[in-house]
């Protein structure tokens, strides 16, 4: 066994890994990349360690039967040199500390050429990179340590990124009073051209517990009344439905061409209802995003979320915060790994999904699951991120080839799993 240790304090944790690994009886080698500066932790650490020394070399890493890669954690803050990926790509199986070397821990983005872990361990809290592709997939397995750390260590430098799970928000439960007000009322503006995206969106509101889905469809209204029995459909021009108040929530966009999103959307605002904006209402407003000012949610894929506010670069967490801080609305940006970010600078990563996900006609499910969330009193980041995990764990339990109305069967056992994990009763 060979571990790989840095200058710093991922250095420092390989020589501690190495020490405990010969006093269980490992044969365990240290190769250096520079050392630990004098009177530091890590030098410390280097000291205690009287196993052998190697030298830090490909040849070394490639006799390795197994590779600890402590050479840079979190503290990566320049492009590996070629030296230092040669020898951690000549190791056959390679396990990291913190972070592979070479993988930004805030954005996933390596720096240099980076091969991929069998495992990762890292302590505390997983750190975005861990989560975010291309370093997602440089990991490996992913091990979250206990270290230790004592809570009022944690509680001075608290998160503002989260992995998405049912920890982080809480589902209304049903109450023997509930009804299908109390539960909530989904409204969608639907489109003459393509009305199938209006009805995926109102399944998956409905399936994932909306007390009562109704399509404002004004003159297409005919296109919808074969649908489901449960789903209400008006005629009814949409001035006049914007006058009941209990259609609080609304869904803009899956399905609507330009001209659709700009005769529905400002008169949603206008009445102040809470929007949640998908699809052709992003698609109208390209490179004017302020022009979506007063929506709740935004739910844009990469293509999406590029054609209103620019390129994103290469750092993801900060292009999502900054554009739920400019519009002033939640923003979820949709994907493998999916970001749900909050005007006030908090971020849930959601890695709970299956790439059977991508099938047309999934995002606009999506946008029905997060409304119905909305409709349910839930606050808009909250909703958010509940509404990506239960479609995340609808995807999973689907198999590997689901349509998009396959997805709705699995939205409500979806909801009693995660109501489970929240320990709460499902009736
Ligand atoms: N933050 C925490 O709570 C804990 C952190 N720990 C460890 O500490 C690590 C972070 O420690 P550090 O901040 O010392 O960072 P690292 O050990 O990741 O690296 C920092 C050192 O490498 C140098 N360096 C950075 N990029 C380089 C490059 N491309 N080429 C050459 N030199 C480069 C820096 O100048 C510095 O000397 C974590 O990844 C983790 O392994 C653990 O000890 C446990 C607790
Ligand atoms: N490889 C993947 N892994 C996990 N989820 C995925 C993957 N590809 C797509 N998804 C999810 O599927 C949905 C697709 O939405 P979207 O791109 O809007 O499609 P559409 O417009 O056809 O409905 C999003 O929720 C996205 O996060």
Redesign the pocket.
Known sequence: MLVLCGPGNNGGDGYVAARYLAQAGWPVSVAAYGEPKAGSVSALAAARFKGPRQPFTPEEAQRADLVVDAVFGAGLSRDLDKGVSAVLGAASRRVAIDMPSGIDGGTGQPRGRVSKALMTVTFVRPKPGHLLYPGREDVGELVVADIGMPSAALASVPPRAWRNHPGLWHLPVLSAESHKYTRGVVSICAGQSMPG?AR?CAGGARSAGAGLVRIAAEQGADLFRSGPPGLVVDDAPLPDLLEDARRKVWVCG?GLTEREVEGALPLLLAAQKTVLA??GALSAYAGAPEKLRGVAVI?P?MG?FTKLFGPVGQDLPTAVRKAAKDLNAVVVL???T?LIAAPDGRLAVNTH??????????????SGVIAALLAAGMAAWDAAGAG?WL??EA?LQAGAWPL?EDLDRYLGPAREKATKMQGGALI
């Open positions: 995206a995926l899956p998908d699809a739910t894929h999406e949709k994907g493998p999916t999904a299956s790439p059977a996900l991508g099938t047309a006609g999934s995002g606009d499910t999506l990506v479609h995340g995807g998009a």
